[in-house]
């Protein structure tokens, strides 16, 4: 059965409604919005559509399958306790629109999330409601515009990143409005402060750059390029998809940053991919509070003679809007599962949060190193280069397959699909574009030694496959090499019925 409506169950249906407690024909709906006919629904029974999500299910490749260094997307292991809060009934069945004083318990971890993204990226205030980092590195960016409209400063037209940028900080500032400078890197992969101050002036809104770069690679002089934009009166926006690699060591505040976003579903755990579920919050400095998007859960003193029902007896919550708010980016509070999730996290690992980065860090630079070592050892290492030559890497590495391409005309994308058939999910490939037939890989921290040193022996296997077994794989898989730029631009996500 590969699609549920293509199953005719012979049970004919597989549920069964209690009688309305109102007579349907006392609800008075309008004929005209009465159906003339049954909705399409499937027409199977309860063990038949268990079995069909079972088995699709089974077709998929997870973190909870198998090992998932996807790098920049930060794969981490979603321990499981996160979703038994998630699920609790006081928690997952309430409705966005009850009263403030229904849900005082969900207002208060809504409020302690904000109030640690804040410490723990050194800003002044945090809203929850964008749902991925591409949705807050928007809401920032239309911040810092309202802000210079407060300020009459509307010659600032231009926000510059770094060549090393992920794809979606040039897309979501060019959605604002603004003009994009990109800036070339070092040689080494960092940020290059000659190329900045070449291109900073009176035009300049902000720039954006995530630090550890996309390559892994900490930008030592990043206070100084913060100083050189404040000083032309723009703003630092600090893309904070790689939070995972410096969380308690030090944070965008310290840096001189105005502006983050946190991707709750990396960082904070919990499952992601494929579009969802995520939680992108932002957190800026005091001057940008009032642009905020609503609503923002407030803490109140509990005065005497309120009556309402609070979590304790000192404090009660409630939604807040931002004076000049730039309105609402998502319908409700954001995606309040995903912030549920993430404050669970961190209420159960608090101050060792700055621990699980610090074994990001390592593992990634185990991997790399055993990878260099075993690419030596088996006589592999002329294929591959380094894609940041530094000594340390964060809590990423990237690699170039360019002389692999060169000798046997293989890709990353080969080595990719190799890895397919050795039971890996493969690692980010083609980004960041600065390293020729990239490939970006993250182990994140939950793994352990004996993971890190597997893949890497199979690594290497895969780089000594011949060229035509490599020009083939994946071939153990549910489906073989398939067409993504096809797949990506001719959705199908209707069922096609006949009539
Ligand atoms: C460096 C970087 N910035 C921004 C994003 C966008 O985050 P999201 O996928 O949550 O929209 C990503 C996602 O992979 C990223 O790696």
Redesign the pocket.
Known sequence: MSHLFEHNGASGRGYSQPDPIYPVDNLQIPSSLVRSKLPRWPRISEPEMVRHYTWLSNRNFGIDTGFYPLG???MKHNPRVNEVIAQLPGIADLHPLQPEHQIQGTLAIFHEMQEMLGICAGMDAVTLQPV??????FTAIRCFQEYFRSRGELNRTKVIVPDS??G??PASASMAGFEIVEIPSQADGRLDLDALRAVVGDDTAAMMI?NPS?LGVFEPEIAEAAAIVHDAGGQMYY?G??FNAILGRTSPGIMGFDAV?Y?L??TFSQP?GGGGP?S?PIGVKSHLAEFLPGPIVERREVASGDTLTTVNDEWWYHWQEPAHSIGKVQQWHGNSGAVIRSWAFYRRYGKDLKTMSEHAVLNANYLRHVIMKEAEEKGVSHVFCDGAPVDVVKHEFTLSLAPLKEQKGLGAMDVAKGLLDKGYMAPTVYFPLIVPECMMIEPTETESKEVLDEFARKFIEVLQEDADVLHNAPVTTKVRRVDEVYAARNLVLSYPFDE
């Open positions: 920049s997307c930060t991925a980092g591409a949705q807050g590195e940028a992920h979606t900080n995530t996309t893309d998809a790689n976003h991707n579903h990396k992601h995520g992108g």
